[in-house]
Every structure is written in C-alpha cells, then in structure tokens.
C-alpha cells in the first residue's frame, strides 16, 4: 500500500533515518528527532542569515533569538482552528485517556492547554505491552478514548471493548499527536457522542 505523496514524503524524511511503519523505541525517537532538529536548524540558518546580513539588529543576536523574530513577523493564528476550538468545547474539563507514542511534557501540555483538559490519562507504547490492565485505565469520568494507532501494538482491542462496554467514545487517530491533527479526528470521529455529554 502506498500512501498519497509517498515519494515525496519518502524523500523528505529519509534523512532522518529508515522510515519504518512499526512503533519506534524511546531511543529511536530520540535518535530521529535528534536528526529532524539539526536538519531544521540547517534551514532555519539558511532563511536567517539573510536577514541577519541585512539587518545589523539581527545580526548581533543569535540564532534562537532570530529564529523568534522570524516567527514573530510571519505569526498566523493556525492553532485556534475550527476544528480545535469545537474539540475544546466538546472536551472541556474532560478526562481523556490516551493510547499510544511516547509521552513528552511538551506534547502533554499542548494537548492540556488546546482541549482544556481536567486529565490526560497517557499510556506510551512502553507502558502498555498487554491489555489485561484496561479495565483500571478507564474510568467513570473519562470522556474519551484516543487509540494512536500509529504508535501502538495490537494490545489496544482490551481498551478498546472496555471502553465501547462502558460506553465511552473510541477514537481511532492515524496522524500526529499535535492539537490540530488530534482536533480533526475528534471532530469527524467523536463530536457526536461526546455532545451528548455536554
């Protein structure tokens, strides 16, 4: 199966290491964002040093700082999507639990911040290797459940029929754990049920 764009997807990423369909491991992550960040500091350092030559402001500042003013002058409101700003309303306050990836406080945070979240209950590929543990992962209050089926092992079906016996809405999310992306699976997946919480 191909994905759509997968060439150029394909030739974007490989210099960040082997694309592999299977859950990497903590140090794998580690290893390849550690990669993706030199390669996105090389080009950040190639849009800024014009700036900087032009700019004697610019110039005496380091890369960081210009990297700040940069996104500062080219800032659009993105994050506050539509789709963003229904999941918030839909989840406000909620207890969401999460399957899948590796935890990060960054990623926490933005899910928190973006939702406004009473708790995420966050259960990274390392954590949850069986499913004979999902009935005291789900609780009462949770509101949602989100399967990240792109970093996780088959053991989710124990979540998953917990949470669709305690009738609790099940989100199967194949992107990124970024709010947005989170935000539009939310929406076209789950707004239904959890309205019916609100």
């Known amino acids: 199966m191909r994905l759509p764009d997968q060439l150029f997807i394909q030739q974007m990423f490989e210099r960040c290491g082997v694309l592999s369909s299977l859950p990497l491991s903590a140090a794998q992550m580690e290893v390849g964002q550690a990669r993706c960040v030199a390669m996105a500091n090389q080009r950040l350092q190639a849009l800024l040093v014009p700036t900087s030559a032009a700019s004697p402001t610019h110039a005496s500042i380091g890369v960081v700082e210009q990297a700040s003013l940069f996104v500062e002058e080219h800032r659009s409101p993105v994050l506050d999507t539509s789709d963003v700003h229904v999941a918030r309303t839909l989840l406000h306050g909620a207890h969401v639990t999460l399957l899948g990836g590796h935890p990060t ?6 899910l928190m911040d973006a939702f406004q979240l009473a708790t995420l209950d ?26 990240a089926v792109r970093w996780m092992a088959h053991a989710h079906h124990g979540l998953r029929d917990v949470a669709k016996r305690r009738a609790v809405p099940v989100m199967m999310h194949p992107g990124g754990l970024n709010p947005r992306s989170v935000a539009y699976q939310v929406v076209r997946q789950a707004s239904e049920q959890l309205r019916q919480r609100v």
Do not use: F, K, N
């Open 122 to 147: 966050w259960i990274g590929v390392d954590e949850y290797t069986h499913g004979l543990h999902a009935d005291s992962r789900i609780h009462p209050e949770t509101a949602l459940v989100i399967l």
């Open 105 to 110: 406080h960054g990623q926490r945070t933005a």
